[in-house]
């Protein structure tokens, strides 16, 4: 199965960076969002990031005009139907991901296969409800996209080992490492990691530390890169929520009930980095603490 173009569903933090590492691979992107200035901004970003990497001499100046030029966008989401492959990155709702698919269904090739970067929603599900379970499956990219080596690769039950091959070759192209995971909720990665912030919200909760001295402990006691609370604001803590609730519905154990904390902020709109407040205020020069 050859896999040229690839349709992007979602313009957001992970659709920007899955464009840029498709179109730099070679690959003819088209990407959609429901906002206009999602677009826009994505475009910029990716121009921004690949130019970093003009300056660092890991990309050449040709390659980031001929990746620049690989890149469409439309706010018409049936233009991405006609691709070889489809990756939904939009927002972390299993009806927003559910209505994607089902108003695709009609705009696709027979051959084209549909992938959900979903953090945590039952890619059996998901497929259950197109034309085509067996050409459905998980493609988990970490963030930040470029930079992040890893992505899952998440059978869902129908997913046919044609599909398997072909998405698992992809990922050898992108010039990254799969990791194969079985369709259960979170799979492997946020299965893991997410309990680790939800306890580190708890901690804040129950006044154990500061988000400062919870952060701090990881990061020199644990030798972690980014402190809990910070990651979760990379993240975006509505991301965060929405992925413990998956884990807490679909595992049916308290152990995975998220903390009012992180539901409060979520409420607040205080989503993380994305809005500029989470548990740190971005609006400065440095990052101040919220709580
Ligand atoms: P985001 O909030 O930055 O972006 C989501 C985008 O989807 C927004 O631009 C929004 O306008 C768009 N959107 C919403 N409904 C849409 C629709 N019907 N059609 C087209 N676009 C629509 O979110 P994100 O962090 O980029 O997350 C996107 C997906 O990637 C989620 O499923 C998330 O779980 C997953 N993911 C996130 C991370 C992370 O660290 N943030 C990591 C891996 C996977």
Not at 59 to 81: C, F, Q
Not at 82 to 111: C, G, N, S, W, Y
């Amino acid at each position: 199965m050859d896999i040229r173009s690839v349709g992007v569903v979602g313009a957001g933090q992970m659709g920007n960076g899955i464009a840029h590492v498709f179109a730099l691979a070679g690959y003819d992107v088209i990407l959609t969002d429901v906002n206009e200035s999602a677009l826009k901004n994505a475009i910029d970003i990716i121009d921004r990031n690949i130019e970093r990497q003009v300056s660092r001499g890991k990309v050449s100046a040709e390659d980031k005009a001929a990746a620049m030029a690989r890149i469409t966008t439309t706010m018409t989401l049936a233009d991405v139907g006609p691709t070889d492959m489809i990756i939904e990155a939009a927002t972390e709702r299993e009806t927003v991901k559910q209505a994607i698919f089902e108003d695709l269904l009609p705009h696709l090739k027979p051959h084209t296969i549909l992938t959900s970067n979903t953090s945590s929603i039952s890619i059996t599900r998901l497929a259950s409800r197109t034309d085509r379970p067996e050409k459905f499956m998980g493609f988990h990219f970490m963030n930040p996209v470029p930079v992040m080596q890893l992505v899952e690769l998440i059978r869902g039950i129908a997913t046919d080992q044609e599909t398997w091959d072909a998405m698992h070759e992809v990922v050898r192209k992108l010039g990254k490492t799969a990791a194969s995971a079985e369709d259960f909720p979170a799979f492997i990665v946020n299965r893991i990691l997410m309990p680790m912030i939800n306890e580190a919200v708890y901690t804040l909760y129950e006044g154990v530390g500061s988000v400062q001295s919870i952060d701090q402990s990881l990061k020199l006691g644990a030798n972690h890169p980014m402190g809990p609370l910070e990651l979760a604001d990379f993240i975006g803590l509505d991301t965060c929520l929405a992925i413990m609730n998956v884990l807490h519905d679909g595992l049916a154990d308290t152990k995975y009930r998220p903390c009012p904390l992180l539901t409060k902020y979520v409420e607040a709109g205080w989503l993380g980095r994305k809005t500029q407040r989470g548990f740190y205020d971005y609006r400065g020069e440095t990052p101040v603490p919220t709580r």
